[in-house]
């Protein structure tokens, strides 16, 4: 009888053949447990609520001051706001929608005539205006004045620029400036400052980066010829020193502040509206940075926030992907850079914006939500965290 030469190899080889399946067997073993990784599933789609047409930005706040968190929207479609009055459940009541000025496209938070009601500034991009309304005791607006800037401004934020005690306003404009308004306290404004500096502003955040108790701006310039987020330091009196640009992935969209690596020292975060990345810069603590490192979520990452979601005291960021219709998180390693594969949730069409939700202005011991904006459906959507202990919503409209 023919034998193949493996039968007729010797004694030692016939026990090497047998170890190779087992020795395969270990190294792909190895190879798992060095390389996947499950991101735990911390969060579940409650609900969703529909607000006005195109929703470009979600703010959360308790306007009627019931101790229930709210939520409201910027929408750029039908030229409105939506508020919508929570129950301290992760349930919300029917929408109110307030007439904004031409095509709101984002706003900012503050009390800008003291009388103790949130109020609002929204930049309203299709008249170049900043529009005010003034917060009432039962949580709607009251319309306050417009300022005219030139020219269409896209993102504002607020903060104290001349040590006045009172809120003052930054507005990026999208023909490469940058605009100061500075509160009277009164809910009115004077001219400050403005910087023609930039290649397309597409977002502006305002933080102390150095620790002089001066706060100091972080622009994006999302336009071809520049792809950076320029740093202005503040001098304290409502006007900035000269910009410094860190270069970003392209065409970034909106940057935010955080603290990645746990050194008290401010971090930066910035989503680029192409090439489905988000760039994270280091802070050193003195107003400069660190060369960015960029990641991936989905397809067309518009807007992100940072947390600790899992309580591991290490900073996550979730993420809205506009392409891909859905909400990633990524969990972070505390150095800037994350593990995975992200969890990915799906929203309603077109995620625009997300914000952290807070279900009571006491959240004692209770796990933070989220809510997204949603561009293509016109909605909310409201995500709630597993850990989250919630009232039974058996009363309340919760439309899916």
Not at 109 to 134: H, K, P, R, T
Not at 259 to 287: C, K, P, Q, S, Y
């Amino acid at each position: 009888m023919h034998h193949s030469p493996a039968i007729a190899s010797s004694p030692a080889k016939r026990r090497a053949l047998r170890l190779l399946p087992l020795i395969w067997l270990l190294t792909a073993v190895g190879c798992i447990q060095k390389d996947s990784y499950v991101p735990p599933d911390l969060f579940y789609l409650f609900a969703s609520y529909q607000v006005g047409k195109n929703p470009t930005s979600i703010t959360t706040a308790d306007f009627n001051q019931d101790g229930f968190t709210d939520l409201i929207t910027t929408n750029i479609g039908n030229s409105s706001l939506s508020i919508l009055f929570g129950n301290g459940d992760g349930t919300f009541k029917e929408q109110v929608q307030i007439e904004a000025a031409r095509e709101p496209r984002a706003l900012a938070l503050s009390d800008y005539n003291g009388d103790g009601f949130v109020d609002l500034a929204v930049a309203c991009s299709g008249n170049d205006q900043v529009a005010i309304f003034f917060g009432l005791a039962n949580g709607t607006f009251g319309a306050g004045q417009r300022y005219t800037v030139h020219k269409t401004p896209v993102s504002i934020a607020s903060g104290d620029f001349n040590d006045d005690q009172q809120p003052d306003l930054a507005v990026a404009l999208r023909n490469d400036k940058v605009k100061i308004l500075l509160g009277k306290g009164d809910g009115s404004f004077s001219e400050g400052s403005q910087y023609e500096y930039g290649d397309t502003p597409t977002s502006i955040a305002v933080a102390d980066l150095n620790q002089d108790g001066k706060p100091d701006l972080a622009v994006t310039n999302g336009g071809p010829m520049s792809s950076a987020v320029s740093i202005w330091m503040g001098n304290g009196d409502g006007t900035f020193r000269h910009q410094t640009d860190y270069r970003t992935g392209k065409r970034p969209l909106v940057a935010s502040f955080t603290d990645f690596d746990n050194d008290r020292r401010a971090d930066l975060l910035v989503m680029n509206g192409e090439m489905d990345t988000f760039t994270i810069f280091l802070g050193n603590g003195n107003g400069t940075f660190q060369e960015g490192k960029e990641s991936g979520a989905d397809a067309g990452p518009v807007y992100g926030l940072a947390r600790d979601f899992n309580g591991d005291h290490l900073t996550d960021v979730a993420i809205a992907n506009v392409q891909s219709n859905n909400l990633s998180i990524l969990f972070g390693r505390g150095d800037g850079t994350f593990h995975y594969p992200p969890m990915n949730y799906r929203t309603k069409g077109g995620p625009f914006a997300v914000a952290t939700l807070h279900l009571t202005t006491k959240p004692a011991g209770e796990e933070p939500g989220l809510v997204t904006a949603n561009n293509g459906a016109g909605s909310v959507s409201v995500f709630l965290h597993r850990g989250l202990k919630s009232r039974s919503p058996s009363s309340a409209h919760a439309p899916s």
